[in-house]
């Protein structure tokens, strides 16, 4: 195609958009996709990001609005070659599913810098399907995110941050997501037989332990199971450690088990030579092993502290409530 006939092309779709394609963002980042590749903005402005501008305004849309339908087309652009070698369906742009969203697609990107690209695939194939809804898709960025420390923006003309597995620190974390990931879609079944009646696991930063005035401690996951219909809550603090190395401290895990019913231990990489003598043998022990939740031992219940754990509990329900 000549560039005369790419010109008359983009005109042709900027006339031809309507007030409803202001929601159909797939055709919007087409547009502003090949105006760029093209130079189109040449003709009429100083620069792509002035011609940007003035398309948003044209159309009734801000600024952000369009970048972010711009950022996630050409992403998605980029992702179709790794999908096609995958054997994962891609449609074209313009013809991704209406529940595709542009901050899916944005999110998935950032994922793919902190995932194994096996379990990345995976996930990719259920986002351009639309078979996984935008809220579990956003708990598992926050599953993962702490991997890179948040650097895992796209700054112009710099290299994209991507997990490092030489980087022990990172390594560490990577796993600890895969088993924070397994329990969350366990539904508690390492727990009992049948299933709990409700399960709920929540990452540790959606509240602070209180031990005292001046010092707050966090856990990396907190189970809220209901074992029957009639039964009572239970409160389950979870620490995940990517191994049980002699050197291993559970200090903290000691100072908040008073806020839990009972506390668990989940290690990615169990070893019986090891065992489990510097836990206290209250706790219980999981492993992850062939991508489930393994019971090495069950946890015996806690002597609780009536005031943490009302404390503990109004905290959560402030953070939910502030939703």
Sequence with gaps: MSKQEITKTIVSSIKSLNADDARAWTKIALIVLQVEENNFWEASHRSFTEWLVSFGQSIGLKEGSIWRYYRAG?????????????????????????????????????????MPNDIFI??????????????????????????LEGRTARGMGM?????????????????????????????????KTPKPFHFELLRGE?????????????????????????????LHGIEIKSNNSPVTKYDTLKKVSSYFDFVWVTFHDYDPKVGAKQIPSEFGLLEFKGQKIDIIKAATRNET????????????LIKFMRK
């Design 206 to 234: 959606v509240a602070r332990l209180a031990i005292s005035e001046s010092k707050f401690y966090y856990i990396d996951a907190i189970a809220i199971v209901q074992m029957n219909v009639d039964g009572p809550i239970e």
């Design 122 to 147: 995976k996930l990719a194939a259920q986002v351009i399907s639309a078979a996984i809804t935008r809220d579990s898709l956003r708990e598992t960025w926050l599953i993962y995110r702490p991997i």
């Design 305 to 316: 502290s009536a005031e943490a754990q009302l404390s503990f509990v109004k905290n959560l």
């Design 74 to 114: 050409k992403y998605y652009q980029e992702l179709q070659p790794l999908l096609s070698k995958n054997q994962i369906t891609n449609p074209l742009l313009n013809e991704l599913p209406t529940k595709v969203s542009p901050e899916n697609i944005e999110i998935l990107g950032k994922l793919e810098r902190v």
């Design 159 to 191: 290299p994209i941050p991507r997990v490092d597995l030489k980087d022990k620190a990172q390594h560490d974390s990577l796993l600890e997501a895969h088993v924070f990931t397994a329990l969350s879609q366990s539904a508690g079944s390492w727990l």
